[in-house]
C-alpha cells in the first residue's frame, strides 16, 4: 500500500516545517505556492547587487529550530548566530543610544543615572517573567487543544499566583518595578510583537522580556534569514516533496466531511490524503469554506496585528551611526500607542524599526554600500484602506532617520522598494495586511484561536501565523510540531 499523500497550500515557514516533519515520516508531500518562491513572509527581495530579508530579521525561542533538525535527525542547515547586543535603542530628543544587552550587568551601566538599583530591579522583574513563561510553556503553547473546556482546564492548572497578572497591563507591570520611561518603553516595545499595545496587553506576556533578557536572547542567521529557507528546501528536495510557484489555491472541494480537492488559478485540481492549508487559518475558512463564524463581518471584528509599512533601501556609502538592529522612537510613547491602532492618516513623527543586515552579512550589499530594511508598523486596512499617501511617509522617516544618524540618506540612495499594507496582503493573502495575523489577547490564544484543525473537514488541518499556537518564526515551527501529533494519530503513514 502507498504511503498517504498531503498536499499543503502555501510555503510559509510553518508550512516548509510541516512538509520536512512530514517527509522525514514518510509521507508523499506536495505544497502549492502562490509566489515565485518559498518562504512566505520570510522572504527575499534582490535589486541593483543588493539582498533585503523583507519581514524576519531576528527570532528567540532558537532552540525550536534545533528541535526541529534533531526531529529528523539532520544537523541544521544553516549558522545561527546571537545578538549581543539584541538591539540599540534610539529615543527622540536624546543623543545618546541604548544599547540592550542580554547582561544584566552591562545593561545596568546603560541605564547609570536613569534609573537607579537597575539590576536589582531587573532580576526581580524577570524572575516574575521566567516562572510565568515556564508555568504556561506545556500548558498553553505546546499542546492541541479540541475544546473550550479542555484548554481552561489547563488554564487552571497554571499556579493561581499568576492570577493578577490577567488583569494588570503589561505597562502596569513595568510601572511596578521600574521608575524610569526609558526602562518602561524599552521593555514594553516586545508587547507590538504580539499586535497589541503595553496599554492593552495583558502582564502576562511580560514572558517575553524573559526570552528575549534572560532565556535564549535573540538570533540571526549568517548570510541573511532566507538561509533558514534555502536550507530547509535543500532538505525537501532529498526527500522528494514537491514545490509547485505561481500556483494560487482558488476554489476548494469537498464531500463526505473530508476536503477531497483544491484547484488552482488555472483551473488544475488537486487531490490528496490529507491537506494543510498554510494561508491565513481565519480568512481561509471564511473565504473559502463560506463559515459564517469567519465571514468578511465577523472577521473585521477580530483584533489583527499592525500592518508592515516596509523600506527597502540601498544606500552608497557606510552608516557609522547605525548598528545592525535598531529601533528609532519618538516622544509621546503612550499617545502614540494610542492612536497607532485607530488612526487613518499615516503616522506623524512615526516610530519605526532598521535593520542593516549588511553590518554582519557584507555580502548583502556591493562594496562600500549599506542595505537598510525599515519596518513602521501602521494601522490594517480596515482603518487605513488607501495608501496614495505612501511618499509622505517614506520622505517623513528617510529624513528623520538620516537626521538622527547624521548621514545624507537621501542623496545617498541608489535603490528604493516600499511595500505598503496592500502589498503585504496581496503578496501572501494577509487578511487586511495584517503582518502577523491574528492578534494574542486572551480571548485569542489555545482553543479561542481558529484551530489547527478543521471544525467539520477530518482531513484539513491548518499551520501558520493565526491559528495554533500562534505567530513569529519559532511559534509557527512549534505548530508543525503540534499538528505533526495530529496527523500522525488520525491518518498514520501508511
Ligand atoms: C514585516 C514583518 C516582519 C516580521 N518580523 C519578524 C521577526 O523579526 N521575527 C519573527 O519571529 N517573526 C517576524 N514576523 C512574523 C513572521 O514572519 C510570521 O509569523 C511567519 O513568517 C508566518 O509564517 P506562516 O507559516 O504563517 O506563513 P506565511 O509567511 O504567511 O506564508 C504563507 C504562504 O502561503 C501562500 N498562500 C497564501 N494563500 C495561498 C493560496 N490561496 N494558494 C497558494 N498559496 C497561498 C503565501 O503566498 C505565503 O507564501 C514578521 C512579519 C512581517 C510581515
Redesign the pocket.
Same mark, same amino acid.
Given at each position: 500500500m502507498a504511503n498517504k499523500t498531503i498536499t499543503i497550500?502555501?510555503?510559509?515557514?510553518?508550512?516548509l516545517a510541516t512538509a520536512l516533519r512530514l517527509s522525514y515520516k514518510g509521507y508523499q508531500v506536495q505544497v502549492?505556492?502562490?509566489?515565485e518562491r518559498?518562504?512566505?513572509? @520570510?522572504n527575499l527581495l534582490e535589486k541593483d547587487g543588493f539582498t533585503f530579508d523583507?519581514?524576519?530579521?531576528?527570532?528567540?525561542m532558537s532552540y525550536e529550530f534545533r528541535e526541529l533538525f534533531d526531529s529528523i535527525g539532520e544537523p541544521i542547515p544553516f549558522e545561527l548566530v546571537e545578538l549581543n547586543p539584541l538591539y540599540t535603542v534610539n529615543m527622540a530628543g536624546q543623543d545618546r543610544v541604548f544599547q540592550i544587552y542580554k547582561d544584566l550587568g552591562k545593561l545596568a551601566e546603560e541605564f547609570k543615572g536613569i534609573e537607579d538599583d537597575f539590576e536589582v530591579k531587573a532580576r526581580k522583574y524577570l524572575k516574575g517573567a521566567r516562572e510565568i513563561f515556564h508555568d504556561t510553556e506545556y500548558k498553553v503553547i505546546k499542546k492541541n487543544f479540541d475544546s473550550i473546556l479542555g484548554f481552561l482546564m489547563s488554564m487552571a492548572t497554571v499556579p493561581m499566583k499568576h492570577l493578577p497578572k490577567m488583569f494588570r497591563t503589561f505597562w502596569e507591570e513595568l510601572e511596578r518595578h521600574f521608575d524610569s520611561e526609558e526602562v518602561k518603553i524599552i521593555f514594553s516595545l516586545v508587547a507590538f510583537?504580539l499586535g497589541a499595545t503595553p496599554f492593552n496587553t495583558p502582564s502576562v506576556y511580560n514572558l517575553l522580556n524573559y526570552t528575549e533578557l534572560e532565556h535564549d536572547g535573540y538570533w540571526n542567521v549568517k548570510g541573511g534569514m532566507y538561509k533558514i529557507v534555502e536550507g530547509i528546501l535543500g532538505l525537501l528536495d532529498k526527500k522528494g516533496v514537491t514545490i509547485q510557484y505561481n500556483?494560487?489555491?482558488?476554489s476548494v472541494k469537498h464531500s463526505g466531511g473530508k476536503l477531497s480537492s483544491v484547484t488552482d488559478q488555472n483551473g488544475k485540481e488537486y487531490t490528496s490524503d490529507v491537506f494543510v492549508i498554510?494561508?491565513?487559518a481565519a480568512w481561509f475558512r471564511g473565504h473559502f469554506l463560506g463559515r459564517k463564524k469567519y465571514s468578511v463581518e465577523k472577521l473585521d471584528k477580530l483584533e489583527w496585528t499592525l500592518a508592515?509599512f516596509?523600506i527597502y533601501l540601498g544606500i552608497k556609502g557606510q552608516i557609522p551611526g547605525i548598528h545592525h538592529h535598531n529601533y528609532f522612537l519618538g516622544d509621546n510613547f503612550k499617545g502614540y500607542a494610542d492612536t497607532i491602532f485607530r488612526s487613518s492618516v499615516a503616522p506623524k513623527k512615526p516610530y519605526y524599526y532598521v535593520n542593516v543586515a549588511s553590518k554582519s552579512n557584507p555580502e548583502c550589499a556591493p562594496e562600500g554600500c549599506e542595505n537598510l530594511f525599515i @519596518?513602521c508598523p501602521v494601522p490594517d486596512r480596515r482603518v487605513k484602506p488607501n495608501w496614495d499617501d505612501a511618499d509622505t511617509l517614506v520622505d517623513e522617516i528617510i529624513e528623520d532617520l538620516g537626521n538622527r544618524v547624521k548621514f545624507d540618506i537621501k542623496n545617498n540612495i541608489l535603490t528604493k522598494v516600499v511595500y505598503t499594507p496592500i502589498e503585504?496582503e496581496s503578496?501572501?493573502? @494577509?487578511y487586511r495586511g495584517s503582518?502577523?495575523?491574528l492578534a494574542h489577547g486572551l480571548n485569542q490564544i489555545g482553543a479561542f484561536r481558529p484551530s489547527n484543525k478543521d471544525e467539520e473537514l477530518d482531513n484539513l488541518y491548518y499551520?501558520?501565523?493565526?491559528t495554533t499556537p500562534g505567530?513569529? @518564526?519559532?511559534?509557527?515551527v512549534i505548530?508543525s510540531k503540534l499538528i505533526l501529533e495530529r496527523i500522525e494519530n488520525e491518518y498514520p503513514t501508511i
Amino acid at each position: 500500500m502507498a504511503n498517504k499523500t498531503i498536499t499543503i497550500v502555501g510555503a510559509g515557514l510553518g508550512s516548509l516545517a510541516t512538509a520536512l516533519r512530514l517527509s522525514y515520516k514518510g509521507y508523499q508531500v506536495q505544497v502549492l505556492e502562490k509566489q515565485e518562491r518559498a518562504g512566505g513572509r @520570510l522572504n527575499l527581495l534582490e535589486k541593483d547587487g543588493f539582498t533585503f530579508d523583507i519581514g524576519p530579521s531576528f527570532f528567540s525561542m532558537s532552540y525550536e529550530f534545533r528541535e526541529l533538525f534533531d526531529s529528523i535527525g539532520e544537523p541544521i542547515p544553516f549558522e545561527l548566530v546571537e545578538l549581543n547586543p539584541l538591539y540599540t535603542v534610539n529615543m527622540a530628543g536624546q543623543d545618546r543610544v541604548f544599547q540592550i544587552y542580554k547582561d544584566l550587568g552591562k545593561l545596568a551601566e546603560e541605564f547609570k543615572g536613569i534609573e537607579d538599583d537597575f539590576e536589582v530591579k531587573a532580576r526581580k522583574y524577570l524572575k516574575g517573567a521566567r516562572e510565568i513563561f515556564h508555568d504556561t510553556e506545556y500548558k498553553v503553547i505546546k499542546k492541541n487543544f479540541d475544546s473550550i473546556l479542555g484548554f481552561l482546564m489547563s488554564m487552571a492548572t497554571v499556579p493561581m499566583k499568576h492570577l493578577p497578572k490577567m488583569f494588570r497591563t503589561f505597562w502596569e507591570e513595568l510601572e511596578r518595578h521600574f521608575d524610569s520611561e526609558e526602562v518602561k518603553i524599552i521593555f514594553s516595545l516586545v508587547a507590538f510583537f504580539l499586535g497589541a499595545t503595553p496599554f492593552n496587553t495583558p502582564s502576562v506576556y511580560n514572558l517575553l522580556n524573559y526570552t528575549e533578557l534572560e532565556h535564549d536572547g535573540y538570533w540571526n542567521v549568517k548570510g541573511g534569514m532566507y538561509k533558514i529557507v534555502e536550507g530547509i528546501l535543500g532538505l525537501l528536495d532529498k526527500k522528494g516533496v514537491t514545490i509547485q510557484y505561481n500556483t494560487e489555491i482558488k476554489s476548494v472541494k469537498h464531500s463526505g466531511g473530508k476536503l477531497s480537492s483544491v484547484t488552482d488559478q488555472n483551473g488544475k485540481e488537486y487531490t490528496s490524503d490529507v491537506f494543510v492549508i498554510n494561508a491565513d487559518a481565519a480568512w481561509f475558512r471564511g473565504h473559502f469554506l463560506g463559515r459564517k463564524k469567519y465571514s468578511v463581518e465577523k472577521l473585521d471584528k477580530l483584533e489583527w496585528t499592525l500592518a508592515p509599512f516596509t523600506i527597502y533601501l540601498g544606500i552608497k556609502g557606510q552608516i557609522p551611526g547605525i548598528h545592525h538592529h535598531n529601533y528609532f522612537l519618538g516622544d509621546n510613547f503612550k499617545g502614540y500607542a494610542d492612536t497607532i491602532f485607530r488612526s487613518s492618516v499615516a503616522p506623524k513623527k512615526p516610530y519605526y524599526y532598521v535593520n542593516v543586515a549588511s553590518k554582519s552579512n557584507p555580502e548583502c550589499a556591493p562594496e562600500g554600500c549599506e542595505n537598510l530594511f525599515i @519596518l513602521c508598523p501602521v494601522p490594517d486596512r480596515r482603518v487605513k484602506p488607501n495608501w496614495d499617501d505612501a511618499d509622505t511617509l517614506v520622505d517623513e522617516i528617510i529624513e528623520d532617520l538620516g537626521n538622527r544618524v547624521k548621514f545624507d540618506i537621501k542623496n545617498n540612495i541608489l535603490t528604493k522598494v516600499v511595500y505598503t499594507p496592500i502589498e503585504w496582503e496581496s503578496m501572501f493573502n @494577509l487578511y487586511r495586511g495584517s503582518g502577523l495575523g491574528l492578534a494574542h489577547g486572551l480571548n485569542q490564544i489555545g482553543a479561542f484561536r481558529p484551530s489547527n484543525k478543521d471544525e467539520e473537514l477530518d482531513n484539513l488541518y491548518y499551520v501558520g501565523a493565526s491559528t495554533t499556537p500562534g505567530t513569529g @518564526l519559532p511559534i509557527v515551527v512549534i505548530g508543525s510540531k503540534l499538528i505533526l501529533e495530529r496527523i500522525e494519530n488520525e491518518y498514520p503513514t501508511i
